[in-house]
């Protein structure tokens, strides 16, 4: 039987797998890491932030420019981070990018969920309104993505699913949160078929587009980062992509800049998808066993894991 968590003991997370995981991820250098890549997972780090901002952008417009009305295809965007969308725009408007002509599409990868039912736009922690508002309402008229070809995982699910099928997801970005997730792919609560031993990668990886529970680490991360600590504005369950859609993607690219997980995460999942060691208390680390994964770096977030007294 593994431990319990040492954060949430009804929930599976990382702090409950095995400690010479935890050892060697502590010990990465940052030219570690990057020496971490292998056939199809490649690691990459920018020295300014300018660099990563304006690469993470430019995968939209790669993208999109892939796209035509016999071939549509599009990108899957998170909400954290967030500095690239303004640059999307700029970006769009500078090349003239005729988004409706090309019959570009844009997924978002996950929504707040409060009595079953996913927030409206009026909700100031709203992705679908952070996503037009820093993005989408800042391209010109006549360039403009087309409302119909904007979808985000609110109302029928199962129709936001199955547009991974009809159009080609050229990239789904990420960030990684606090408990080493992608989207809210949470690790599961530690209750029922899962009380000795977390989901098995197969078993995790069958999951879709859904309503999920948030482990507490999530909530509290949110809390922080978009609410200045007011936790009471923080839903307990979101729509997600899944990563049954996520392995329909022909590309995972995930952008982490240090303001969102910590040295440790973000070394912890690089080691584990390098070495192979898929775990769904880890849900990050079962990028494992995806074909193309790339793990982009602000080198001056990475930090160091030593111990510093503040």
């Not at 993208?63 to 967030?82: F, H, L, R, V, Y």
């Not at 680390?285 to 982009?296: E, T």
């Amino acid at each position: 039987m593994r431990k319990l968590s040492c954060v949430a003991p009804e929930w599976w997370d990382y702090t409950t797998i095995d400690a010479e995981i935890v050892q060697d991820a502590a010990k990465l250098s940052a030219d570690d890491i990057l020496g971490l890549s292998r056939e199809g997972f490649k690691v990459v780090m920018y020295d300014t932030i300018e660099d990563f901002y304006l690469a993470e952008a430019l995968e939209y417009i790669e993208a999109w420019k892939q796209s035509t009305p016999d071939n549509p295809a599009g990108i899957c965007g998170p909400i954290g981070p967030t500095e690239q969308l303004p640059l999307v725009a700029r970006l769009v408007n500078a090349m003239g990018l005729d988004l409706g002509k090309h019959d570009a599409h844009f997924w978002g990868m996950d929504e707040w969920v409060i009595d079953g039912v996913a927030v409206g736009m009026d909700h100031p922690l709203s992705f679908a309104n952070c996503d037009r508002d820093f993005c989408f309402d800042q391209i010109n008229d006549g360039l403009k993505l087309p409302e119909a070809n904007m979808h985000f995982p609110s109302g029928d699910l199962n129709a936001y699913s199955s547009l991974y099928d009809d159009i080609r997801c050229v990239v789904m970005q990420g960030g990684q949160g606090d408990v080493k997730h992608w989207a809210f792919n949470d690790p599961l609560k530690r209750e029922g078929a899962y009380t000795d031993a977390p989901p098995s990668p197969e078993e995790y990886r069958q999951l879709g587009t859904r309503i999920v529970d948030l482990h507490p680490m999530t909530v509290m991360q949110n809390a922080r980062t978009s609410g200045g600590g007011n936790i009471s504005l923080v839903p307990t369950q979101a729509a997600t992509v899944g990563p049954v859609e996520t392995w329909k993607s022909e590309k995972v690219s995930i952008w982490q800049a240090g303001a969102h997980d910590n040295p440790f995460g973000m070394r912890l999942t690089t080691l584990m998808i390098a070495k192979g060691l898929p775990d769904s208390a880890v849900p990050m680390s079962l990028l494992a066993d995806h074909p193309n994964v790339q793990f982009n770096f602000f080198r001056p977030g990475l930090g160091t894991c030593e111990v510093e007294m503040h």
